[in-house]
C-alpha cells in the first residue's frame, strides 16, 4: 500500500482521443470491485502498462478513503505471466505474491486463467491477432464479464492509439523499480513528453483481444 502515500488522481493525466478524461472514461463504471488482469509474455513487459495500472490502483484507494473508514487491502488486480515468471511486480501493487499468475501459453489455458480470477478490465499485448482454440464454455464466460480490454506495448507506445496516461516521477520509480527486479535494462527515456512519461494504448472489442492470448506466431 506504498502509494496510497506518495499518489493521488492528481498524479496522472488521461487523454482519450486527444482530449482530458477521467480514469472513469477509459474504464467505464469502474469500482472497487472491479479485477484488472494483464497478460505478460516478457521480462519486465507488463511495465508498458505501468501508468495504466497505477491509475487504477489509486482510482481504488481514493473509493476506499471516501468511506471515511480505515482499510488495509489491496486491490484484487493480476499479472498472468505466460509460459514462465518474468518478474516481480509488487511495486505495482500487485501483491500478495500469489496475484503473479503463471500459466502455460495456449490462449484457453490463459483465458481459464483469467476466468478464474473473475478479470473485468483486461490489458493485453499487442501484436497479430490469430484465431485461438478456445472451449465455448470458456468464452462465454469471458464475454459475459469482461467490461473492458486494451492493447498495450511493452515499450508504453502501441500503434494507432485512443488513449494516452501520463505520470510522475513518482510512477516512473515504481516502473525502473519492476525492470530493475527483472534484469532488464530497458530504456524509457523516449516515453517523456514534456518531462513527464506517457504511455498509450489502444481500446479493443472482446474478440480481437482474444486473438492476441494466442501464443505469437513464428517469424
Known sequence: MHSTRELSPASFTIEVAGRPARLED???????????????????????????????????????????????????????????????????????????????GAAEQVLEAVNDRGITRLLVEDGRPAAPDLAAET?????????????YAPDGRVGRADLAVS?????????????????????????????????TYRTLALDEALGLLAPPAAA
Do not use: C, M, Q
Not at 174 to 199: F, N, T
Open 167 to 199: 505520470g510522475n516521477a513518482v510512477t516512473e520509480s515504481y516502473a525502473e523499480s519492476v525492470l530493475a527486479r527483472s534484469a532488464v535494462g530497458v530504456s524509457r527515456r523516449d516515453l517523456r513528453r514534456a518531462g513527464r512519461p506517457v504511455e
Open 26 to 104: 477509459v474504464l467505464p463504471g469502474f469500482t472497487a470491485a472491479d479485477r484488472l488482469g494483464v497478460v505478460v509474455r516478457r521480462p519486465g513487459g507488463a511495465v508498458g502498462a505501468s501508468l495504466l495500472i497505477l491509475a487504477a490502483v489509486t482510482g481504488f484507494y481514493a473509493i476506499h478513503r471516501r468511506s471515511g473508514e480505515d482499510f488495509f487491502i489491496y486491490p484484487d488486480y493480476f499479472v498472468f505471466h505466460v509460459g514462465g515468471r518474468f518478474g516481480d511486480h509488487r511495486r505495482l501493487e500487485i501483491w500478495p505474491s500469489h496475484k503473479e499468475v503463471v500459466v502455460e
Open 139 to 151: 468464452l462465454a464466460s469471458a464475454r459475459s464479464r469482461i467490461r473492458t480490454v486494451l492493447a
